[in-house]
């Protein structure tokens, strides 16, 4: 991964590895809404932007990520009903749909194991569960 040739601003994948250095992201489906999909994601490296990098790579940009190109409707049936029901939802999460729900690291200085935990913010609660009653009726 390294910068996008094209876009000094972005990031990009190069699989040749070429050009950038090496980049690597697990990822597991939590839960499924159709076109939309909640994932967790496991780093084992650090690099700018690499989730939403790697996630744009698979034809899969975070929702509403408008660097990457999650803040269009990519697939399904683009209805008048599904468009603004999308429409809304980018309200309701009106920034990347991205959160660190833990994060560790060795302390630099101390060398002390250091770890942290945040909940899932409520604009993204709030989309999950739109997506939910969407795709459950």
């Not at 990822?27 to 700018?48: D, N």
Request: proline share 4%; glycine share 6%; charged share 30%.
């Amino acid at each position: 991964m390294g910068r996008d040739h094209k876009d000094r601003k972005k990031m990009a994948v190069y699989p040749d590895g070429a050009h950038g250095r090496s980049a690597v992201t697990h990822y597991k489906v939590l839960e499924r809404f159709h076109y939309v999909t909640v994932l967790e994601c496991r780093l084992e490296t650090g690099r700018t932007h690499q989730i939403r990098v790697h996630m744009q790579y698979l034809k899969h940009p975070l929702f509403n990520d408008e660097v990457y190109g999650g803040d269009k409707i990519l697939r399904g049936t683009v209805t008048t009903k599904y468009s603004k029901f999308v429409e809304n939802c980018f309200k309701i999460l009106p920034r990347q749909a991205l959160h660190a729900m833990s994060l560790g690291f060795t302390h630099p200085t101390t060398g002390k194991e250091m770890y942290f935990e945040s909940p899932l913010p409520k604009d993204m609660e709030k989309a999950i569960e739109k997506w939910r009653a969407y795709t459950s009726s």
